[in-house]
């Protein structure tokens, strides 16, 4: 029973291309985000979600945009890839947003490389 | 504004030894703090998280982290590495708000040697 899933695992496309990234959790909280994991292992917020609703949309490229269907789901798609978006994307869920300490559970991360 | 900075992007001790993985914060209001490990090719996971109830917190795998308001610090410790200890560790601190959003430090990569 994977807690945080997200598919692909791994990603690799040509520059220029659009795709996407989807990320489902199952243990029924409210909140997801996006994190970016650089070559340098650096982890950066994009983008949360509560309950639906965008909450948290750091300076990221228009190019980036996140779509909540419901909210055990929070896909990212991506439009004209470049070669700086290669990276590891981690979608993460928590419960008790706006208190600050929920633990947040993450996602095994999507690789993604751009061509 | 808040921030978290790792000593040592890279530590190294042997197998049974003190590990102690240094970090500061800088936060403009009371923080919650947080150690995630993340193993190779895998996602982070949760060791422990301080909430500002007891400032001496435990965690999972043996590792434990004292929150020190005065130093503004919570360095995470365990008295005696294993070998699957080997990952990136990192710190992180969120803020009360409308989101628990983390902001994360720069990682510590933990060498266990026999």
Known sequence: DTAVS???????????????????QNLGHDTMYWYKQDSK??????????NKELIINETVPNRFSPKSPDKAH???????????????????????????????????GTRLTVL | ??????LGSHV????????????????????????YVQY???GLQLLLKYTSAATLVKGINGFEAEFKKSETSF???KPSAHMSDAAEYFCAVSEVGTASKLTFG??????VTL
């Open chain 2, 1 to 6: 504004a808040q921030s978290v900075t790792q």
């Open chain 2, 106 to 111: 720069t990682g510590t990569r933990l060498q």
């Open chain 1, 74 to 108: 929070l896909n990212l798609h991506i439009n004209s890839l470049e070669l700086g978006d290669s990276a590891v994307y981690f979608c993460a869920s928590s419960q008790e947003a706006g208190r600050g300490y929920g633990e947040q559970f993450f996602g095994p």
């Open chain 1, 6 to 24: 997200q598919t692909p695992k791994y990603l690799v496309t040509q520059m220029g291309n659009d795709k996407s990234i989807k990320c489902e």
């Open chain 2, 40 to 42: 190779p090719n895998q």
């Open chain 2, 75 to 77: 360095h995470l410790t």
């Open chain 1, 41 to 50: 292992k650096f982890l950066k917020i994009m983008f949360s979600y509560n």
């Open chain 2, 12 to 35: 190294s001790v042997s197998e049974g030894a003190l590990v102690l993985l240094r970090c500061n914060y800088s936060s403009s209001v009371p923080p919650y703090l947080f150690w």
